[in-house]
């Protein structure tokens, strides 16, 4: 697709193959925003998506295609690859996530559960087992084991740190390769050097502490987390494919008064199409013969079926309800209405701004410092205290191992994975964890009317009857009238009778005047039910009703007349009504001091009673789809993070272009696919616990990031040596820990081992069995932390 | 400015300054003291199930090289650290280990074991005392254990075998 905006400038969309995290879309952002000749460009790593604006003279497209190959990414044009073949590539992906997770599971889990036992319990270490006569040492077995975890495993993880290390950004990625590395090459240097073989120990001595479980276990979890959160996200992207799905398959053609059917992609401009009852529309075109009700909710989002007549438009993938019509072709293919929406959730999927991540926030910050510290410490020990070169070193070393958050890993997955199960349970879908994260952020909430607000059909809202008549009376009569009729007003009326258990008994001569009513008989007399034009063409006088009618249509309210035997005996209002927990929904919101707003492709009116009814802050009526995504757009501009609910396919550009999309479940199948929160249920309180459980989870997320971290923040500077200085004066204990060495030691019973454990410790660089202690126990309360989470409880609501 | 640009300025910077400091502004008598040329024979054992050193005391002249050999009584492994010179080793059960260093700076250091071992682990901690050049050197043997008389180690133990020069 290719929209000339100015003569010079070209927009496409490509699909972009071979991005794996999020720095390779700042990659390809800067690298193409330093040509000449782009204007803009917004490739998206959540969409797989690039958007370009530039201008062909000064720079032609294979320049741009050959520029993101020698950045080793493909950009593919929308047209040359089907959604199959995308779909593979997608599922092969997930594959090979899946199949590192199982391995890297299969080979840590021994050496996790051994490490953690061994540190958590205090248990004596077993090094080696002796086979026959021979003496086997382990680290031989876990090195094997860790090896592909590291390398094979940890692949993903080194190709995306060094694509941020090309775009000069420290991500999550960077600190784990960092800290499993040191961890790794640590431990694989002093098993090597410093146990195993006498003339390796001339080299190298000093540093015999394995940490094979460092990396082995941060690997495993952080693997899985990235495998969920593929499955979760290759959900997404279907979403498109289904909306061309919405327009029939085959038409009518009308070809010299032959009927002949044909594939619907086949009719061409101009060409004369039948559309019968109750079947929907195959191309947008203009009326020539008949007439009907529409339903066009579906694209427009009106409530109300909308009467149609000669020379009225009718839009593809709209129902006709009851007159047979005859149409002309006057758009096909890639011009329809529908056509331009699913390009419209394309291009605002392609254009969302990808939300940074709280691991990659605190990376960004945690990495330099890090390094920064580590080389301080060895800066100090060496050069100013003048310790020896190992020892300096180590000082250094332990700070980057000591840096690697084992816990991290486990922060998002666990707490992501506790919140969406929770969510699942009371019926929200939340596809992953960016859904989850913005969430918690949104400022303001956009809700579509039809069919999200309001149910989405017309009701009889109420029923005004005349002295002499009882509702019952009125309602039975409207409803035997309107027995044969298919419009949906009158079926409205119909179903309410029959909710009031009335008898609605055959009428005789039913006869329907198309667009204005009905007239039936029954017990001899004429029953009439019609809007004002039916009772002015028959001659009716209405007067008697006519205050109670100015009132309801105040209220957005359409209403009929129901004459008996020529006279008017009362009217019925019908309205699209609210859903069952709407008002509940938006108060909540509203609580949380959360902007409501309303868009709506439905007239002012309606829109304004609604959104007075539920005390809606701001309304947007009259709004055609393509604008619905521009509405959001200014809204985002102005500074609010906006969430929209919605459910038909004239919401998905809306949908796909807001911070997040929350899709009704009994909308269409292109809104769920587009929404990043699904609502199984038809509760809009669902809405409020969404955004509730998330804020819960992400709270979660940084309490786990706290016992993720917290043990960083702390064993970093005494990894750095920094208590050294402290507690050391010239060679020996500082006067103060001696004293409180001495002090300790009157604690009876155990006063005397806690004072000779605070002097060994006090007096020692950061013990490495110690670190492991702390390590393990950060994941398992990190673990312990998330399970919390299963305790959630729904928000109350005030249901009136 | 790139990230890691910043980074490598910062670290070369750090590095030449620390240099600088260390061979022009560093008072004298901070730092490694040079080696000797003495050499001092240390025999230790790890005392079987107690989780003590033995001797737990080493008393040693700054500069003199040490050879320890260290005996694990137990069953399980023990690991030997000493933090400040850069020393961690695993001791494999029922083996000897040797480990050579030269104590290059003065003080009391702690010698600990660095490997989980059980019950008295945090308990297994010796004593290192480096004294100035002209002090005597002397070890402290571990009197609440009774000498075996078959054991190598604690015949040797209490002694500087050798001042090799």
Same mark, same amino acid.
């Given at each position: ?5 100015? /003569?010079? &400038?070209?927009?496409?969309?490509y ?93 840590a889990?021994?050496?996790i ?33 860790t ?6 495993v ?7 740190a ?13 600190? #784990? ?34 940490f ?44 010299k008064?032959?009927?002949k ?49 000669v020379n ?20 096909? !293919? ?23 991540r ?52 486990l ?39 039809t069919? /999200? ?14 002295? !002499? ?30 909710? &009031?258990?009335?008898? #609605? #008994?055959?009428?005789?001569n039913?006869?329907?005047?198309s ?18 034009l ?17 009132r309801?249509?105040?209220?957005a309210k /359409? ?7 020529k ?16 008002i509940a929904?938006? &108060? ?11 868009i709506?492709?439905?007239n ?5 009673? $609604?959104?007075?009814?539920?005390? $809606? ?9 393509d ?18 609910v919605?459910d038909?396919?004239n919401?998905?550009p809306?949908?796909?272009?807001s ?17 990043e929160?699904?609502l ?7 809405v ?5 459980l ?6 979660? $997320? ?37 004293s409180?060495?001495?002090i300790?030691?009157l ?6 081992? #806690?004072?000779?454990v ?19 126990f950060?994941?398992?309360s990190?673990v ?17 | ?17 620390? %240099?600088?400091?260390q ?21 230790m054992?790890?005392i ?15 500069g ?14 023990h ?5 400040? %010179? ?14 050579? %260093? ?64």
């Amino acid at each position: 697709m290719q929209i000339e905006t100015k /003569t010079t &400038q070209v927009q496409k969309l490509y699909r972009i193959q071979g991005m794996h995290c999020a720095s390779c879309a700042v990659l390809i952002n800067t690298i193409l925003q330093k040509q000449k000749g782009v204007q803009s460009v917004n490739a998206s790593f959540g969409a797989e998506k690039l958007s370009i604006a530039f201008d062909p003279s000064i720079i032609p497209e294979e320049k741009i295609l050959s520029l993101g190959k020698s950045l080793g990414y493909t950009f593919l044009s929308e047209e040359s690859k089907t959604e199959e073949e995308f779909k593979k590539e997608r599922e092969s992906h997930i594959r090979d996530l899946r199949n590192r997770t199982i391995v890297s599971f299969l080979l840590a889990s021994p050496i996790i559960g051994y490490y953690m036992a061994v540190h958590m319990l205090n248990l004596q270490h077993v090094h080696g087992i002796m086979v026959g006569s021979l003496f086997v040492d382990l680290n031989w077995i876990y090195l094997a084991m860790t090896i592909p975890v590291q390398f094979w495993v940890g692949w993903i993880f080194y190709r995306n740190a060094w694509t941020a290390f090309k775009v000069g950004s420290t991500s999550m990625d960077t600190l #784990v390769v960092l800290g499993t590395s040191a961890a790794f090459f640590y431990s694989l240097i002093g098993f090597l050097f410093a146990t195993t073989y006498g003339h390796l120990q001339t080299i190298w001595i000093g540093l015999d502490h394995p940490f094979w479980e460092s990396s082995a276990a941060l690997m495993s979890f952080l693997i899985m987390g990235r495998y969920l959160e593929a499955v979760s996200r290759g959900k997404v992207s279907d979403a498109v494919s289904k909306l061309l799905q919405l327009t029939p398959e085959k038409a009518i053609l009308l070809d010299k008064d032959n009927e002949k059917e044909v594939l619907a992609s086949e009719l061409k401009k101009d060409d004369i199409f039948i559309v019968k009852p109750g079947s929907k529309i195959p191309t947008d075109g203009i009326i020539i013969k008949g007439e009907s009700a529409l339903d066009e909710k579906i694209v427009t989002g009106e409530s109300m079926p909308v009467n149609k007549k000669v020379n009225d438009v009718v839009i593809g993938g709209t129902v006709n309800s009851y007159g047979l019509l005859h149409c002309k072709a006057t758009k096909v !293919g890639n011009e329809t209405l529908i056509y331009q929406i699913v390009r419209m959730v394309r291009e605002a999927q392609a254009t969302r701004a990808p939300l940074q991540r709280v691991a990659d926030w605190i990376s960004e910050r945690f990495v330099p410092t890090v390094i920064v510290l580590s080389l301080i410490s060895f800066n100090y020990w060496y050069f100013v205290r003048g310790d020896g070169f190992t020892p300096s070193l180590l000082f250094m070393v332990a700070t980057l191992i000591i840096s690697c958050p084992c816990a991290l890993g486990l922060a998002t997955p666990i707490a992501t994975m506790v919140g969406t199960t929770k969510g699942a349970e009371s019926g929200i879908l939340i596809k992953g964890g960016e859904a989850l994260e913005k969430a918690h952020k949104i400022t303001a909430v956009a809700f579509d009317k039809t069919g /999200t607000l309001t149910k989405g059909e017309p009701a009889v809202t109420n029923i005004v009857s005349l002295k !002499g008549t009882t509702n019952e009376d009125l309602l039975k009569l409207a409803a035997i009238a309107e027995r044969g009729s298919e419009h949906p007003l009158a079926q409205a009326v119909v179903k309410k009778a029959k909710e &009031q258990k009335l008898e #609605v #008994v055959e009428p005789e001569n039913f006869k329907t005047i198309s667009g204005m009513g009905v007239t039936a008989e029954s017990n001899k007399k004429t029953i009439m039910v019609g809007n004002q034009l039916f009772m002015e063409k028959e001659g009716i006088n209405i007067d008697e009703v006519k205050d109670e009618v100015t009132r309801l249509r105040k209220e957005a309210k /359409t209403v009929v007349f129901v004459v008996y035997d020529k006279k008017v005996i009362g009217c019925l209002a019908l309205a699209d009504t609210l859903k069952e927990h709407a008002i509940a929904a938006i &108060q909540a919101l509203k609580k949380r001091k959360k902007e409501i707003i309303m868009i709506t492709g439905d007239n002012e009116e309606t829109a304004q009673a $609604i959104g007075k009814q539920l005390g $809606i802050d701001r309304v947007y009526a009259n709004v055609l789809p393509d604008k619905k995504e521009e509405i959001i757009e200014s809204i985002k501009k102005d500074g609010k993070i906006v969430a929209m609910v919605g459910d038909g396919i004239n919401d998905s550009p809306a949908l796909a272009k807001s911070d997040l999309g929350i899709a009704v479940g009994s909308g269409t199948d292109v809104a769920i696919e587009t929404g990043e929160i699904i609502l199984i249920r038809d509760d809009l309180r669902d809405v409020v616990t969404a955004i509730d459980l998330s804020q819960k989870t992400i709270f979660k $997320i940084w309490q786990n990031f706290f016992w993720a971290f917290g043990y960083n923040v702390i064993a970093i500077p005494i990894a750095a040596g920094l208590h050294l200085i402290i507690t050391r004066h010239s060679g020996l204990p500082a006067t103060w820990v001696t004293s409180l060495g001495s002090i300790l030691a009157l604690i009876p019973a155990i006063g005397h081992e #806690v004072s000779s454990v605070w002097l060994s410790l006090s007096q020692s660089a950061l013990r490495p069995e110690i670190a492991g202690f702390a390590m393990a126990f950060s994941s398992v309360s990190v673990v312990l932390n998330s399970l919390l989470l299963r305790l959630y409880k729904k928000p109350k609501f005030i249901d009136s | 400015m790139n990230k890691y640009l910043g980074l490598l300025l910062f670290a070369i910077a750090l590095l030449s300054s620390g %240099f600088i400091y260390q061979t022009y502004y560093r008072p004298s008598g901070v730092g490694g003291i040079k080696s000797t040329g003495k050499v001092a024979i240390i025999n230790m054992r790890v005392i079987k199930n107690h989780w003590k050193w033995d001797p737990s005391i080493i008393k040693i002249a700054a500069g003199t090289k040490i050879v320890l050999s260290i005996y694990n009584e137990d069953t399980y492994d023990h690991g030997f650290a000493i933090d400040v %010179f850069g020393i961690n080793r695993r001791l494999f059960p029922q083996t000897t280990t040797t480990i050579n %260093f030269t104590p290059s700076l003065s003080g009391k250091f702690n010698f600990y074991c660095s490997v989980p071992c059980g019950d008295g682990h945090y308990d297994q901690i010796g004593t290192l005392i480096v004294g100035e050049e002209k002090d005597t050197s002397a070890l402290v043997p571990n009197k609440n254990f009774a000498c075996n008389a078959t054991n190598k180690l604690v015949k040797d133990g209490g002694e500087i075998i050798a001042n090799r020069n």
